[in-house]
């Protein structure tokens, strides 16, 4: 699957995402790259931020956006087909967006989220 055709399952992952909940999310950029830190090569994806349940009323100024990185190569790695890609793309997509809500990986395995 080229880099393009990733990204694209990236955005249809992120077409799952209800309007409602989309609309909540505060500050927030997806990315995709092709490898997760050395220290981590089985690594989907990645939730770098403050979660909204932890932010205050101070928190906005001046801040970054949080980041959602999703790892293209170790996906390709554990998927055979385009559709599993996309599946795992979407399931990757949605356990890192409910850590920017702030569910933590207990909760999401205890939903089906794992």
């Known amino acids: 699957m080229t880099r393009g055709e990733f990204e694209q399952a990236v955005s249809e992952g992120l077409d799952l995402v209800p309007g409602d909940l989309a609309a909540r999310m505060d500050n927030v950029v997806v990315l995709v790259e092709d490898d997760p830190p050395a220290g981590d090569p089985g690594l989907l994806g990645v939730y770098e ?4 349940t932890e932010r205050d009323h101070n928190w906005a100024a001046g801040s970054l956006p949080d980041r ?4 293209r190569n170790p996906t390709l790695a554990i998927c055979e087909t385009r559709d599993e890609v ?9 356990h890192e967006i409910a850590h920017h809500f702030g569910i933590d990986d207990k909760r999401l395995h205890e939903l089906g989220w794992g």
Not at 49 to 52: D, K, S
Not at 68 to 71: A, D, L, S, Y
Not at 86 to 94: G, L, N, P, R
Request: proline residues 6%; glycine residues 6%; hydrophobic residues 65%.
């Open 49 to 52: 931020g403050v979660p909204l």
């Open 68 to 71: 959602i990185t999703i790892f």
């Open 86 to 94: 996309v599946d795992e793309v979407a399931i990757t997509v949605v």
